[in-house]
T-cell receptor
Framework: AQKITQTQPGMFVQEKEAVTLDCTYD???????LFWYKQPSSGEMIFLIY??????QNATEGRYSLNFQKARKSANLVISASQLGDSAMYFC????????????????FGKGTHLIIQP | EADIYQTPRYLVIGTGKKITLECSQT?????MYWYQQDPGMELHLIHY???????EKGDLSSESTVSRIRTEHFPLTLESARPSHTSQYLC?????????????FGPGTRLTVL
């Protein structure tokens, strides 16, 4: 089963509109972290926002916010007032099994959403 | 701002060649990772390291090997490149004591094997 599901392969959004990118996850671990990354056509991965499984409030970073619904296992990214420069691939990712000693296991990524902002 | 570097950015080589993809970071991070990403697809973890002299295989089986002789350096080697190795390779690092364990990525190396 997919651990991270992004159901929107592509989205077209008008500039200045808000956009929501969907992400659902699957884990039985009580401790996990959720991340969103942006990948422009140049290929680098840019960290946007993080949500911990025990965080009580939804994460926010500038124009980015994370709509975290733990019971539904969803972690949707909301971009307010979209800009042309927001056009890129967006990946949701999860890290499982964080304990006090730390761990070096990597992230599990979804297949991504290709967001295109239209003028 | 993350300071993690990868060279080369683009590499086109013939089948059978030995190649090394370089990754270095100046943040003093203990943990480093290599991911493989086919065009338009998700990233898959192929190697990671807890620190010097530590290397582990990731979720996706890979014919590549890695080494970690210095904290800041985590090169990936393919002994005999094949067309099936054509992909983008992304290096990342994170701080061991960071509660979020946020991974910061390099710009990637796009490898094409003819």
């Amino acid at each position: 089963a997919q651990k991270i599901t992004q159901t929107q392969p592509g989205m077209f959004v008008q500039e200045k509109e808000a956009v929501t990118l969907d992400c659902t996850y699957d884990t039985s671990d009580p401790s996990y972290g959720l991340f969103w990354y942006k990948q422009p056509s140049s290929g680098e991965m840019i960290f946007l926002i993080y949500q911990g499984s025990y965080d009580q409030q939804n994460a926010t970073e500038g124009r980015y916010s994370l709509n975290f619904q733990k019971a539904r296992k969803s972690a949707n990214l909301v971009i307010s007032a979209s800009q042309l420069g927001d056009s890129a691939m967006y990946f949701c990712a999860m890290r499982e099994g964080r304990n006090s000693g730390g761990g070096a296991d990597g992230l599990t990524f979804g297949k991504g959403t290709h967001l295109i902002i239209q003028p | 701002e993350a300071d993690i570097y990868q060279t080369p950015r683009y590499l086109v080589i013939g089948t059978g060649k030995k190649i090394t993809l370089e990754c270095s970071q100046t943040m003093g991070h203990d943990k480093m990772y290599w991911y493989q990403q086919d065009p338009g697809m998700e990233l898959h973890l192929i190697h990671y390291s807890y620190g010097v002299n530590s290397t582990e295989k990731g979720d996706l089986s890979s014919e590549s090997t890695v080494s970690r002789i210095r904290t800041e350096h985590f090169p990936l080697t393919l002994e005999s490149a094949r067309p099936s190795h054509t992909s983008q390779y992304l290096c990342a690092s994170s701080e061991f004591n960071d509660e979020k364990d946020t991974q910061y990525f390099g710009p990637g190396t796009r490898l094409t094997v003819l």
